[in-house]
């Protein structure tokens, strides 16, 4: 069973950021996978990197869109943005220095960030995006 399971109140109405929202849902359950299975530091590791390498790109192709739409809630998304990755940046520096390991707590922030994120921080571009041909 799924650590996080995608379901249809996550969608924000724009079939490429969905996409986006199940690969890093995705990747969390990958990284879940290596923690409970004790598959080793280093996996661990390589996919916390991938999570964070993925979000970035991710949120350069929200704000990229919001950006050509004239969004207007572009700067409070793209702080939201930043700091997560901040968040996300400080705990991998930690990991490599071996003062952190993967905990649960992790596991539940990256989880409820998200879902939190997308139900309430991207839903809003929904009205201004869902219309337009996204891809």
């Not at 793209?78 to 400080?90: G, P």
């Amino acid at each position: 069973m799924a650590y996080f399971d995608w379901n249809s109140n996550l969608s924000v109405g724009v079939d490429l950021f969905d996409a986006h929202h199940k690969k890093l849902i995705d990747l969390i359950n990958e990284l879940h996978e290596a923690m409970a299975s004790g598959k080793g530091i280093e996996k661990v590791k390589t996919t916390v990197t991938e999570l964070a390498r993925y979000t970035k790109y991710h949120f350069a192709e929200e704000e990229r869109r919001m950006q050509q739409e004239n969004y207007p809630a572009l700067d409070a998304h793209i702080k939201e943005h930043r700091a997560f990755v901040t968040q996300v940046e400080d705990f991998i520096a930690k990991l490599e220095a071996g003062s952190v390991t993967i905990s649960m707590g992790v596991m539940s922030f990256l989880r409820n960030w998200l879902t939190s994120h997308i139900q309430k921080t991207d839903k809003q571009y929904s009205a201004v995006l869902a219309d337009k041909k996204v891809a």
